[in-house]
């Protein structure tokens, strides 16, 4: 079975800062994906970004990218010139590379954007 | 809005009440996933289906019972719960494989009350 951590329950940076939030996994599994997801506190879960193990690139999405180090299990996502609207549950989340596995979920990491 | 539509959004059920949760999707997309999302813990996978037929169910107590019609709709049946199974349940869809746009789409959530 596949485990997902996420170390820092609350995270607080001033807007426009530079936040990088941690996230290890444990798996056997050499085939998978990895997400972070946002939960905002209207509660809708909304994809932030993706990364497919067998990428060595990291994934970038605009101000979002990961480091995503496989040796490691490590999948940390920066977030670049922060926003207020980016205050938010962050959620790790890893999936296995075939059909229609569900998600495995660390427990989030509360991100606050203090103006 | 993420195309995954779940109703209702708030249910106070008492626990001698049957009622059901309601999602659909008009994504296209053929696997549907219910997940549990309690306080302080991290959101467990509870059902998933692939093409209307269950394919993982994680040892969810029977007094949930899950039903999916067609690819578009999920179903989540809910009989004699108890307290402990306030949460906020959220459904979930996907094109299932592997590669692009495999990446789980979530509804906003209903948020139950067990009286």
């Known amino acids: 079975a596949q485990t997902v951590t996420q170390s820092q329950p609350e995270m607080s940076v001033q807007e426009a800062e530079t936040v990088t939030l941690s996230c290890t996994y444990d798996?056997?599994?050499?085939?998978?994906?990895l997400f972070w997801y946002k939960q905002p506190p209207s509660r809708q879960m909304i994809l932030v970004i993706r990364?497919?193990?067998?990428?060595?690139q990291n994934a970038t999405e605009n101000r979002f990218s990961v480091n995503f180090q496989k040796a490691a299990k490590s999948f940390s996502l920066k977030i670049s010139d922060s926003q207020l609207g980016d205050t938010a549950m962050y959620f790790c989340?890893?999936?296995?590379?075939?059909?229609?596995?569900?998600?495995?979920f660390g427990k989030g990491t509360h991100l606050i954007i203090q103006p | 809005e993420t195309g995954v539509t779940q109703t209702p959004r708030h249910l106070v059920m008492g626990m001698t009440n049957k009622k059901s949760l309601k999602c659909e999707q008009h994504?296209?997309?053929?696997?549907m996933y219910w997940y549990k999302q309690s306080a302080k813990k991290p959101l467990e996978l509870m059902f998933v289906?692939?093409?209307?037929?269950?394919?993982e169910n994680n040892s969810v107590p029977s007094r949930f019972s899950p039903e999916c019609p067609n690819s578009s709709h999920l179903f989540l049946h809910l009989h004699t719960l108890q307290p402990e199974d306030s949460a906020l349940y959220l459904c979930?869809?996907?094109?299932?494989?592997?590669?692009?746009?495999?990446?789980?789409?979530f509804g906003q959530g209903t948020r139950l009350t067990v009286v």
């Open positions: 979930a869809s996907s094109r299932p494989g592997t590669g692009q746009d495999t990446e789980a789409f």
């Open positions: 798996t056997s599994e050499s085939n998978y994906y």
């Open positions: 990364q497919e193990a067998y990428k060595q």
């Open positions: 989340a890893f999936r296995s590379g075939g059909g229609a596995d569900g998600l495995t």
């Open positions: 994504l296209g997309h053929n696997a």
């Open positions: 289906y692939n093409f209307k037929e269950q394919t």
